[in-house]
């Protein structure tokens, strides 16, 4: 198999070893580490979701996958590209959290290295975190911007509350919300969490759009 596929397959079978091997000669094709992630790893993983759906993969299964994904995102980090910061100057701080009641962090934790890369200094608090912990971390970091992930159906709902929350505080005009993950949909988010929310609420299909949208929102 060409090395892409082979890297693909590694995800879709948790299979750990050799996986430094295949890195290596992805990137010493030309590959860019961050095409290497977005085609072949997160191919790999939207299969495992397929078959794990579908009551073809069982979840401990689905944990070595994501293990090897950890993996081979750390090993690639150093490969990314940097954009050169305005010297020690951070672009803005941004509270990066999975909400309550989710363990999915993957998405998390790429969306917290394509910020870093960028310029932007990420507060990761991990996963299962209340609203409440993102808004002491917020404080206590100056934060610009606080971003919620969450892949759980149920997750859009908590995200829902905890708009809600912000805004009962009396918080919804100190930081304005970045929402993604699996779960969402941008209608959801722009059409039903936005209109409840009178701060400012913002849905990123991916990292990428996640960093564009960065700018608007710590200006
Ligand atoms: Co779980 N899981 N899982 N899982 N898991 C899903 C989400 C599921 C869709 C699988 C399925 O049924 N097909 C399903 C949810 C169904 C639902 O809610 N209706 C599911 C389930 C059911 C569960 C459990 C409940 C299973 C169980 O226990 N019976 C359980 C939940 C536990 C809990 O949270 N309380 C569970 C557990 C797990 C593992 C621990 C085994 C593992 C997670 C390991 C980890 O993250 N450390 C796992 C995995 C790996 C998955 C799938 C297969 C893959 C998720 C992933 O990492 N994708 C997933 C299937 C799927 O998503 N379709 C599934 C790759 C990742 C890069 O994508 O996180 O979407 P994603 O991030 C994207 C964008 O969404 C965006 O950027 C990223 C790409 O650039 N993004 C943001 C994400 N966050 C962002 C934040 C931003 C901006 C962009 O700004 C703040």
Redesign the pocket.
Known sequence: LPVGERLERRIIDGARKGLEDDIDEALADGTKALDIVNTYL?GG??T???L??SGQMQ?PF??Q??EV??SAVALLEPHMEKVEGDGDRSKGTVV?ATVR????????N??DIILTNNGYTVVNIGIKQPVSAMIEAAEEHGADVI???G????STVVMKENLAELASRGLDQRWPV??????LTRTYVEDDLASAFPGTVRY???????LRLMEPLVA
């Open positions: 997160l993983m939207k495992v979701g397929e794990f759906g979840l689905v944990l996958s994501a994904m950890k990066l009641g989710d363990v999915h962090d993957i998405g998390k790429l969306v971003g919620m992930s892949l759980l159906v149920k970045l929402l993604g993950g699996a779960a990123a299909k991916d990292a990428f759009e996640g």
